[in-house]
């Protein structure tokens, strides 16, 4: 291959290579724009230690909670995810045909979990997924909202005994955000078999209930005016309607509000409404032992747009100064969904009840980001840099490198055959590596080596046969 030319290989559908083609860079005479796509972005080293740490946190959580972990296609088939999102499919991105299949990138991990538990004929699992998501809506990087970005699940699938899953679900949500030290946080929750009841109780047409929901959910973003003229003027709904319904989603409040709608007499005719707050009531219960009722806010104005939620259903919100990151939008959401299994299944009879919490990991990463200002936060692991001291050493060098290394000590050294001293150890102390073990001649000659604690820069003299133990130690000890 001639310099300058790059050759690429055709390939036909069956995977034969059908042709060769040759592409001269020098014939490209247009700049390339260098820019990531809208609503994406780069991470550097700095910024990836940072996720890193993030995702070991939440992690951390889903195992404490027994959650095994499984990874799924980041694309589905197109159908698998038709009809499953109600407003939201708009934002689906849609692949051409491929193969003779229709598909479409993953607009969440909970769809795809429900077809992998239908698929496996599973009856019960508590699974988390770390995976990157995608999504064809309006960008806002500086507020964590992206179009390629990563959804965090913890999900329990199964019939079980009524608000236990869904507890820990929230449990398990607090957890991280507390873990993480994201601020001050409250969790909204609210249940979709109440939102029905409401829409009944008010007059609302059965045909209707989810688009006028969908209207209420923007309540967190919009004044009540807004929401309002909505409803009347493209829903088409009476403005008697409307104002009975802004008598219930414009309450919130804990318990008492729960017990304060079990007495109101429209509600009291609805059997979902009934059904709906026996459970938040049950679920203040549970919340209040694991101690996170605290945290709760029954708010009735939270409908989440998703269309396969069909119980209880919360998400976390700021309430601090980070608030103005986020924009007011949630860090974290949820609910119960029992018939999106089924709904893959030929008879859909056989459901499988399910429950989860996706974390919003961008939009928590922003905050982060935002507060972190140290430029020498380290961005590698490497626990020990060797270092030579003089010319001539650099065989030596590769061998202490190598008895660390398969040691299992996280080791590197200079790509250079004759390293300045001074620069080596402005290295390990740019990337704040721990210790630095320097070889010199004369210690050679005497079968030892110089370790030196980067931070203080105190040396000791350790032979070659105790230095692995040594820094084994110390590691205990960091």
Known sequence: MKKGNITLSSYSAEGAISSHKVFD????KEPVLLKTPKGTRDYGPKAMALR?????????????HGAETIDTPVFERKEVLAGRYGDEAKLIYELKDQGGELLALRYDLTVPFARYVGMNNL??????????VYRRDNPQLARGRYREFYQCDFDIAGAYDPLLPDTECLKVMCEILLEVGVGEFVVKLNHRKLLDGMMEACGVPTEQFRSVCSAIDKLDKAPWDEVRQELVEQK????????????????????ELVNRLADDEKLKCVPSAKEALNDVRLLFEYCNIFQVADRISFDLSLARGLDYYTGVIYEAVLVGDD???????????GGRYDNLVGSFKPNRKQQIPCVGVSIGVERLFSIIEARTVDERSRTTETEVYV??????????????????WEAGIKAEHSYRMIPKLLVQLQYCEERRIPYAVIVGEGELARGVVKLREVATRNEEELSLDTLIETIRSRRCVA
């Open 236 to 255: 088409g709904l009476a403005e008697e309607t409307v104002d009975r319904i802004r008598e219930y989603v414009t309450l919130q409040g804990g318990l």
């Open 52 to 64: 890193q740490r993030l995702l070991d946190q939440v992690v951390g959580v889903f195992r404490k």
């Open 387 to 404: 270092a030579s001291a003089h010319r001539g050493l650099h065989l030596r060098r590769l061998e202490i490198l190598n008895r660390l």
């Open 25 to 28: 860079s020098k014939s490209i």
């Open 323 to 333: 608030k103005q990151v986020t924009g007011g939008g949630s860090v974290a959401g």
């Open 123 to 132: 009856s019960n699992v508590k699974r988390y997924h770390i995976a990157k």
